[in-house]
C-alpha cells in the first residue's frame, strides 16, 4: 500500500518500535550481553550475515562459522577479533550444497560437546550462469539455499531442543528468505522437476524465489512441529530487504541524479539489512513468537502461496524424501528421537 512504502521510505517505526533504517547494533541494544549463548550462522563470511556475526559477538555470543571456504571464515574471524578481541569465534568446514557436507558437519559440530541456542540459516546464492545441478542431482539453488539448510536444521534440532531444556533459555531458529518468494506462484515440485530435466529453459530469478518460497514454507511447518513436540525452540523468517551496494553514476543531470536518490533510499546498508535477522533472533519482543514472517524488524504477510500448511507440509515430505535418498540409513534425524534425559543427542540424530 501506499502507507506502507511511505513507511518504509521515510523508516517510520513499527510496532516493535523499529523500521526500514534501524540497524543490527539498534535492534540489539536491549540486549547488550549475550555471553551465554551459541550461534551458528552460514553465510557469515560476506553481506548480511558478516554483520549478523559481527554484531552477535559483539554483544557477547558465541558464534561458529560454518563456511565453504575456511580461509574466507578465518579472514572473518579475525576482523571480528580486531573489533572484539575477546570474541569467541569458532570456525568449520561446510558446503550447504553437499548433503554429505552438511552431514559432516553436523557430526563435527556435536562432538565438540558445545551448547547450541541460535542457528541463522542466512546463506544464499543467486546463480547467474545456466543450470547447475548439486552433487546430489539437485538445482543448485535450491539445494544451497534450501535443502542443505533443511537438513542443517534436522541434524541440530535435538541439540537445540537439549540446549533450551537445560538452560530455560528458548532457542531461536532464524531462516532468511526474501520478499522474491512472491514472483513465483506455482507449483514448486513441478519447476524443480521440469526445470532438472531441462524440461523448460532454466530462469536464475525463478529458481531463486522458489529457494525463497521453500524457506517461508519450511518456517510455517517447522514451527507446528516444534509446537507438537514440545520443544522449546521457536522459528521465523526473515526478508532483509535489498542491500544498497556502491552505485556509479556520471553526473549527466536530473534524471541521473533522481534516479540515484531514490534507488539510495529504497536500498539497504549492509547494518540496516542485518537488522531484522538480528531482531529476529535475539529480541526479547520475540520470545515465545514463531512461525512469522518479518521485515524491516515487523510482522509482514508472506505470499498467498507461502500461506499454506498444505503446501508447508508437502513441501517437507518430498525435503525428507530427497534428503533420504542420498542418505545412509540411520543418517537422517526423525522427530520425537530427542528424549531430553541425555547429555548428547541420542545416535540415529548424527
Request: hydrophobic residues 45%.
Amino acid at each position: 500500500t501506499m502507507l506502507q512504502a511511505a513507511r518504509y521510505l521515510l523508516g517510520s517505526p513499527g510496532a516493535s518500535g523499529f523500521g526500514s533504517k534501524s540497524t543490527a547494533d539498534e535492534v540489539t541494544a536491549a540486549c547488550p550481553d549475550l555471553g551465554s549463548l551459541t550461534a551458528i550462522i552460514t553465510g557469515a563470511t560476506s553481506g548480511i550475515g558478516a554483520e549478523t556475526a559481527r554484531v552477535l559477538a559483539k554483544r557477547g555470543a558465541r558464534v561458529v562459522i560454518p563456511a565453504r571456504s575456511v580461509k574466507a571464515a578465518e579472514d572473518m574471524r579475525a576482523r571480528i577479533l580486531g573489533e572484539c578481541p575477546g570474541a569467541d569465534i569458532l570456525v568449520l568446514h561446510l558446503d550447504l550444497s553437499s548433503l554429505a557436507s552438511v552431514r559432516d558437519f553436523a557430526r563435527r559440530f556435536l562432538s565438540l560437546g558445545l551448547p547450541l541456542d541460535l542457528l541463522i540459516n542466512n546463506a544464499g546464492k543467486f546463480s547467474h550462469g545456466q543450470l547447475a545441478l548439486s552433487e546430489d542431482g539437485v538445482e543448485m539453488t535450491f539445494a544451497t539455499n534450501y535443502l542443505g539448510h533443511f537438513l542443517l536444521t534436522k541434524l541440530l534440532l535435538g541439540k537445540m531442543a537439549e540446549t533450551a531444556a537445560a538452560t530455560g533459555v528458548q532457542g531461536r531458529i532464524v531462516n532468511v528468505s526474501s520478499s522474491v518468494h512472491g514472483w513465483f506462484s506455482g507449483d514448486w515440485a513441478d519447476y524443480l522437476k521440469l526445470v532438472t530435466r531441462r524440461k523448460i529453459p532454466y530462469d536464475a530469478t525463478q529458481a531463486y524465489a522458489v529457494s525463497k518460497l521453500a524457506n517461508v514454507l519450511h518456517t510455517k511447518e517447522l514451527a507446528a512441529r516444534l509446537q507438537e513436540m514440545g520443544a522449546d525452540v521457536t522459528v521465523n523468517c526473515v526478508h532483509p530487504g535489498i542491500v544498497r551496494t556502491r552505485l556509479n553514476r556520471d553526473r549527466e543531470g536530473l534524471i541521473t541524479d533522481l534516479v540515484f536518490v531514490l534507488l539510495s533510499k529504497l536500498l539497504k546498508t549492509i547494518p540496516q539489512a542485518a537488522a531484522t535477522t538480528c531482531y529476529a533472533a535475539v529480541h526479547p519482543r520475540l520470545a515465545g513468537v514463531s512461525g512469522r514472517y518479518l521485515a524491516d524488524c515487523n510482522e509482514a504477510l508472506p505470499s498467498p502461496a507461502a500461506a499454506s500448511r498444505s503446501e508447508a507440509a508437502r513441501l517437507w515430505q518430498a525435503s525428507e524424501d530427497m534428503i533420504s535418498g542420498s542418505s545412509q540409513q540411520g543418517q537422517v534425524l526423525q522427530y520425537g528421537c530427542w528424549t531430553g534425559t541425555s547429555d548428547r543427542v541420542c545416535s540415529c540424530c548424527v
